[in-house]
DNA sequence: TGCTTTTACTAAACCGTTTTAGTAAAAGCA
DNA sequence: TGCTTTTACTAAAACGGTTTAGTAAAAGCA
């Protein structure tokens, strides 16, 4: 088959059909107070006869608004609406953005760049998630000076929410510690060159820290702790651990900087036949929805992420709005350690 | 802190400061080819200083397209987002999106009206979920002479993908018919008032549809099922299972019209201290990912989600671009049923 | 009746771009 | 040198609406 369209129905093809001008047609929908009954009448059927619907560019155009916010993502649509952690994200920020009546766009890289994604964004504001401020992919934002809120990236001069990051991963790291496990494995982000600036980059950063810190603390040598860049996704964690099986060394203790890694591990575990906690013991982070649901289930590091995306949201719609905001400049939510069963306690 | 945008900075303003028409301003950024080199420079230079950054909403109106397009969904933001069968479709649309460098827009009603929603939505075509395309919400749809195509509805003229959800619950129902069990319970979508039309609606329709089709081969009564309308979230099954033992009728077998129930299902019989499936069975439909790694793991009808996602994407590009369709104008995909531990061979 | 107010409508300006059609100056060419 | 072509730029017309300022006719009023 093919898709034809007819031409589009402009209001002065209304206007002409009913015999008035222009303005009495935009008065009709706008401000029907002003127009006499018969004519809004006669607009009205004129406009339904030629299937009259008014162009949404124009009147953005003149109102200078989409009714729409931004949630800007590093990575394809794919691979965003494969990672739980966004899910629950946009679920925070979207039930702001239903309570004000606003839509929510997420807006994704333009053939691997974020400057051509923002450049065409048609969006009153945005929540930018996991880039540093000072990447210069963001610079746009900027000079487009619209309103803008950072979620876990380094910021300084801007709008901020995050979680304690380092605290949440010092806890876990901290928990093996205290049962002088000293055999841990810790599965990392594997940053995308393109976002990376140099060591260890935002929330993976902080995470990593928090863990050196407790292994610091109890006179553990940092490097000798084996470090697996993994893609935040279960099929990677799986093939990760999946290695470390096939080569003998699968480690006393794993910490993974995301939950995913973390069902990934359990997973292939499984098949292989070893079990957490007895084989060895899985802590994640996140505390993603599915952690409580899987076998066994899933000690993590909670952070509030729904919530996260509510405050940004709120945040952004009072700059929007021009309102004073009820939060201050940065937010740091808090972080905990959940025991569940990839755990002996 | 109180937010304060500055003034827009527009084309004339950046054409005064370099001593340029606007024409020439917007050569620029359009067609360099056509200007002096000198220029350019100090266009680009006063551009800078000024903090220009052209208005997406003009040239939108200019071209007609927001190389955007939008999933309408019948619920809000918040729900949708809690709901991994819309993310896994959201997958399969994204990335079609990713591979044309196209954004994805996530409509949902706007003050309770899907209307309102499309009126205000700045996109190229819609994908429909889950509404009748004579549904009256989605007829100014046809009125903005956009294109469409629709998921999961009752559809006759227009583009339509789908999977065989009687196929798959006539599978389901029939595998506990074949073992002989009566004592069933069947957890139905709760439909909201507003979309519903009369009987069942939708795919929940298609799905009570083939239940009843096995159940009849089997000359099992219908009317003697019991059937539980349930809001689509492992909360709301959780809830349901809960009353069932609380009540001490727990049956034999239950046939769920969404995994996410079935989960609750599991969640709520692992808290009561039964397990499936040696205390009960249980089946759900959709087979979202987590179906697999919950405890005992799902036995569920599988649809092709994000396949489902990906070809209704494709089929709404082929519409974009006039190119020749090269899906029917209706498919159907195939369901399957999927053992797995929460039922018994 | 004549004056003021209200009602019903409209012309024109504007929003911020892109694009078309055109021009003057510079360059190319015999 | 005189003619044609190219280069570098611009004025003005779209795009499709909303809004302001204004007008003519009808209604209100003494």
Redesign the pocket.
Known sequence: MNYRSKK?V???DVAKKA??????V??V???PE???N??IERVKEAAEELG?S??LY??A??SGRSNTIGVLVPQGLYSIYSNPFYTELFRGVGQICDERNYGLNIISPVEGSLENAINRALVDGFIVVGINESHKEVAPLIKRDIPVIFIDGDVENNYYVGSDDEEGAYLAAKYFCEKGIEDIAIFTFQTPDTYKDSGYYGVGGKRMRGFKRALDEFGMLWDQVIKLPTHASIQAGYKQFEKLVQERRVPRAILCVSDVMAIGVLQAASDFALEAPYDFEVIGFDDITTAKYVYPSLSTVHQPIVEKGQISAKVLFSMLNKEEVEFDQKTLLPTSLIHRGSTRQ
């Open positions: 589009k402009t209001i002065s015999g008035v001008s222009i303005t009495t935009s008065f929908y706008n401000r002003q127009v006499g018969k004519t009259y008014p162009n124009a009147k155009l003149l």
